[in-house]
């Protein structure tokens, strides 16, 4: 069983940064992928970014390259989200989460736990 807590939302002005955690319980959090999500008021859930379980590999969405970095430090069971050059349209609740495999996860698929969110808003 795994647990997720993201923390670090806020509002932001544009062009401002924010650094999104996602803190996880469990042993066995270096065997899981870990997708950041998000939804904005009236759109689909969008996939951000995703982290293999060992770090090596990395997804972005072609939305936020450039400008979003996912990391992770599993000895302290937390995945971040670096927000930089944030945008109005980069508005929504943030969701991290957690699955098995890469790929299904890329596609929002496999996803085994996710956390309840974290709201970042970019004033313009």
């Known amino acids: 069983q795994v647990q997720l807590v993201e923390s670090g939302g806020g509002l932001v002005q544009a062009g401002g940064s924010l650094r999104l955690s996602c803190s996880a319980s469990?042993?066995?959090?270096?065997?899981?992928?870990i997708g950041w999500f998000r939804q904005a008021p009236g759109k689909e859930r969008e996939t951000v970014a995703v982290i293999i379980g060992s770090g090596g590999s990395t997804y972005y969405a072609d939305s936020v390259k450039g400008r979003f970095t996912i990391s992770r430090d599993n000895a302290k069971n937390t995945v971040y989200l670096q927000l930089n050059s944030l945008k109005p349209e980069d508005t929504a609740v943030y969701y991290c989460a957690a699955g098995r495999f890469y790929t299904p996860v890329i596609a929002g698929r496999g996803i085994d736990y996710w956390g309840k969110g974290t709201l970042v808003t970019v004033s313009s």
């Open positions: 469990g042993r066995t959090f270096s065997s899981y992928t």
